[in-house]
């Protein structure tokens, strides 16, 4: 059973526009839930992370919306720029090594 | 400069060869990670090490063994190599202290024909 699920394998919008990419999880111990961003040829890089005791998070650009009921989160990229266009990882954890992985959602943003 | 480095980034063997990836970091980090990344499927962990010669197995282990001799230093063998290993290989560490911040290589790009 997958701990982590990324609704999308694939996303495309404009330029200018705000790219939404929704993961669910399954286990309720996870806390802690980062945003790995994926170049090609390049390793995943932490982009943004929160904590479940948080139900926002706000760095620049990209937004993290948390439902710790529903078991969901969501990022946001706000005024999205073909510069953006990677591969997103959203990831869950319980407060030990272990990190579980989604299986990415490739965002494509359009000029 | 904080840094995990992968050698070799590419890499063509036969189905039986033996391989040898390696991976190094400079921040001292105790846990490290080796994962394996196919098209869809995202990043699936085969070992994690949580120190010198402490490792434990990930999800998919088999196939795989790893050796950690020095905190900064954490290799993935392949004893006998098989196709279906062909992927893309990343290594990872992180610090008890950086609350489960990975940070990762490069990645090692291996075909096994």
């Known amino acids: 059973q997958q701990q982590v699920r990324q609704s999308s394998q694939s996303l495309t919008v404009w330029e200018g526009e705000t790219a939404i990419l929704n993961c669910s999880y399954e286990?309720?111990?996870?806390?802690?839930f980062p945003w790995y961003q994926q170049f090609p040829g390049e390793g995943p890089a932490l982009l943004i992370a929160?904590?479940?005791?948080?139900d926002k998070k706000e760095d620049g650009r990209f937004t993290i919306f948390f439902n710790k009921r529903e078991k969901n989160l969501s990022l946001h990229i706000k005024d999205s720029q073909p510069g953006d266009s990677a591969t997103y990882f959203c990831a869950a954890s319980a407060g030990d090594n272990r990190i579980f992985f989604g299986d990415g959602t490739q965002l494509v943003v359009k000029p | 400069d904080m840094k995990v480095t992968q050698m070799p980034r590419y890499l063509i063997k036969r189905m039986g060869e033996n391989v040898l990836l390696e991976c190094g970091q400079d921040m001292s980090h105790e846990t490290m990670y080796w994962y394996r990344q196919d098209p869809g499927l995202g990043l699936q962990l085969i070992y994690i090490?949580?120190?010198?010669?402490?490792?434990s197995e990930g999800d998919i282990p088999k196939g795989y063994r790893v050796s950690r001799k020095k905190r900064e230093h954490f290799s993935l063998i392949l004893d006998s190599a098989k196709t279906n290993q062909t992927s893309v290989y990343f290594c990872?560490?992180?610090?008890?202290?950086?609350?489960?911040?990975?940070?990762f290589g490069a990645g090692t790009r291996l075909s096994v024909l």
């Open positions: 929160i904590r479940s005791v948080s």
């Open positions: 090490s949580y120190d010198v010669d402490s490792n």
């Open positions: 286990n309720s111990a996870f806390d802690y």
């Open positions: 990872a560490s992180s610090s008890r202290e950086g609350q489960n911040t990975l940070y």
